[in-house]
């Protein structure tokens, strides 16, 4: 399995990120992270894909490690190679380069008989790509944008994907897609991590999820669990959430409720 353990990230040697995060993803699962804007979603990922010098962060306590060896300190190369690819938030692609060049970016670890066969099984997955083969790649829409950055991803055989807010500015009859794709990409053997803000799109896929809060985790539960919680369908799946800020928030204003009563 991934796991992280007892993770403390620090941006700048002064701004404490996370705080004591500890998650995992067994094989052949789906596992859901879910946030508010600025928990550190993102950061966790950062740290486990080796991208976190990048941005000033460095891991200040804890352990990230891939099916029980220690990946800390491990360049992000070396992490691909090892078995993990991301998909970035705001997908990243290669604007001026043809979708097959940003394909074939992602197989940089890769043999060129890998290359091939990656080529034809991004192909098969994303017709729309394969007819846009020489597109210029900022020309697409956003939901071949984000396609194509996935099949980037995917180039490398990773046994572990990272997926970050892969329905960010996407039409939602494609949110649809995005997810039936995400469920063909683990069927065929690929666990994978999803960041989302989109809740009820996350933990109707994913077999685990854990809820982040200013660098905490508040919440870890099987998926059914999470989506029948009070909390959770009140500030994530649609009521009210946005008037109280946080699961704390929440579970503070039901206490005064009571209290008052």
Same mark, same amino acid.
């Given at each position: 399995m991934l796991a992280v353990e007892n993770l403390e990230v620090v941006y700048? &040697? $002064?701004?404490? !990120?996370? =705080? #004591? $995060? /500890?998650?995992? $993803?067994p094989e052949g699962s789906i596992v859901a992270l879910l946030g508010p804007n600025g %928990? #550190? =979603?993102?950061?966790?990922?950062? %740290?486990?894909? *080796?991208?976190? &010098? !990048? @941005?000033?962060? =460095?891991? /200040? =306590? *804890?352990? !990230? /490690?891939? &099916? #029980? $060896?220690d990946i800390n300190g491990k360049s992000a190369p070396e992490i691909v190679a090892a078995g993990i690819g991301q998909v970035m938030e705001g997908r990243r692609i290669f604007r001026e380069f043809t979708v097959d060049e940003n394909l074939r970016a992602? *197989? @940089?670890? %890769?043999?060129r008989a890998q290359i091939a066969e990656g080529l034809e099984r991004a192909y098969a997955m994303f017709p729309l790509l394969a007819e846009r083969r020489k597109a210029t790649a900022g020309y697409l829409s956003g939901g071949e944008q984000q396609m194509l950055a996935i099949g980037r991803a995917l180039m490398s055989q990773p046994k572990y994907l990272l997926l970050d807010e892969p329905s960010l500015g996407v039409a939602p009859k494609i949110i649809q897609q995005l997810r039936d794709l995400i469920v063909q990409i683990n069927e065929s053997g690929t666990s994978v991590l999803l960041v989302e803000q989109n809740a009820n799109m996350a933990l109707s896929i994913a077999t685990h999820g854990y809820v982040l809060e200013t660098g905490r985790i508040v919440m870890d539960k099987p998926a059914a669990q999470l989506r029948e919680d009070d909390d959770v369908k009140e500030f994530y799946l649609g009521l009210r959430g946005d008037e109280r800020g946080s699961l704390r928030d929440v579970k503070q204003y039901r206490r005064r409720k009571r209290w008052l009563s």
């Open positions: 700048e &040697d $002064v701004i404490l !990120v996370l =705080k #004591g $995060v /500890s998650l995992q $993803v %928990a #550190g =979603k993102t950061t966790v990922l950062r %740290a486990i894909t *080796g991208l976190l &010098d !990048v @941005h000033r962060g =460095k891991i /200040s =306590k *804890g352990r !990230v /490690s891939l &099916d #029980g $060896v992602g *197989g @940089h670890t %890769a043999t």
